[in-house]
């Protein structure tokens, strides 16, 4: 077949008469016979290389037979095989994928036939789903510019037209894109933003990433001044200040908002809580005249009985918003009105906003309409 015998020392050389003959042909050339049912024809070889020809590329129904010690063994005399048809096929039989795979990955072969035909598996279509066809290319382990099997497609002339297009914006970002550390707290203070789009996978969603951007979201101005109002709308909770309001929000399920926050959006909103002091005091006694004379010679002695010396004037803001005044003699209060009941008479709710109970009070002489009770 080549020339040649095993370990002869020539260079082997393929017999251009051998391609394509049967195996019986074959042999009564070599110089011996096989039975007319013979369909190939294996012989033991020692190794793989130019020592034993009928491991080189025969095209014909001959087989070299090589035994290996273990897998390693095995796949380097594969290797050495395609060292002399390189990019061509490869061919395995055996039932263990992990071991097919390991094989298709160390062989460089374009075809991995597996549990196959080797010969007509490569051809293709007969027992697998590779493109038919005689002629198959070996890529670039074989030096060829195709790696599969050889097509009509690959022997025809494609032409392309190349048209300019513009690159489609069907999305645009916001002029400022922030990537450092905890930068999804400026949500809060972005300008114009009614609507958020929260593009992440499921295991985003369980880490809790999704709840940070949700709660900057509500934290925003416009969410927070909406939950503010319905606060003090209640009529229980109008008179709450930003402290009271803080709490009420954290009740409700807000979370990372602080008090200064809520007290500038109140602030903004204009609302503002109640404040509870201590009872007004009609009368506050001078610590001192000053640079003012004392009219009323407040060491005086009595000159006589039932005469008015000193009034207490206190203005009082009341329903009809009305002034009310009270004369004092002898440390005993004379109703000059009946329409006050007390001394001391509470603001009322229609009362001036900012005015709560007496918002003035003096010392001064007796007025000359205010005439003592005639003596009893």
């Known amino acids: 077949m080549f020339g040649c015998t095993s370990y002869s020392g020539e260079k082997p050389k393929l017999n251009s008469v051998v391609p394509g003959k049967s195996p019986q042909y074959i042999a009564k050339q070599a110089g011996f016979t096989i039975p007319e049912d013979a369909t190939i024809l294996a012989a033991e070889c020692q190794e793989v290389g130019e020592m034993e020809p009928l491991t080189m590329e025969k095209l014909a129904p001959v087989q070299a037979v090589l035994k290996a010690k273990d897998k390693d063994h095995a796949f380097i005399m594969c290797e050495e095989m395609l060292v002399h048809g390189a990019g061509h096929t490869a061919a395995i039989h055996t039932d263990d994928e992990e071991l097919v795979r390991e094989y298709g990955l160390r062989m460089h072969a374009c075809r991995i036939i597996w549990n196959q035909p080797s010969s007509l598996g490569g051809i293709g279509d007969i027992y697998n789903a ?8 070996c890529g670039s382990y074989g030096g060829n510019s195709v790696s599969g099997n050889v097509q009509a497609v690959n022997l025809i002339n494609v032409k392309r037209i190349a048209r300019r297009n513009n690159n ?60 503010i109002m319905v606060i003090h709308a209640h009529r229980f909770m109008a008179v709450y200040g930003y402290r009271k309001v803080h709490r009420q929000l954290i009740r409700r399920g807000w979370r990372g908002i602080g008090r200064d926050q809520v007290l500038h959006v109140m602030r903004s909103l204009r609302i503002q809580g109640v404040r509870r002091g201590r009872n007004p005091i009609t009368t506050r006694p001078a610590r001192s005249t000053g640079d003012r004379p004392d009219l009323v010679n407040r060491q005086f002695t009595t000159e006589a009985p039932g005469r008015l010396h000193v009034a207490d004037i206190t203005i009082v803001t009341t329903r009809v918003r009305l002034v009310r005044v009270c004369g004092v003699r002898h440390r005993r209060v004379r109703q000059k009105d009946r329409g006050l009941g007390r001394r001391r008479e509470p603001a009322h709710q229609d009362a001036a906003p900012g005015r709560v109970g007496p918002v003035h009070q003096l010392d001064s002489p007796a007025r000359a309409d205010h005439r003592p009770d005639p003596p009893q």
């Open 130 to 137: 590779i493109a038919p066809s005689l002629t198959l290319g």
């Open 168 to 227: 489609m914006q069907w999305f645009k970002i916001p002029s400022k894109t922030y990537f450092e550390a905890n930068a999804v707290r400026y949500l809060r203070d972005m300008y114009g933003i009614r609507k958020a789009v929260i593009v992440c996978d499921k295991v985003m969603e369980q880490l809790g990433i999704v709840d940070k951007v949700i709660d900057q979201l509500r934290a925003r101005h416009e969410t927070l001044a909406r939950d």
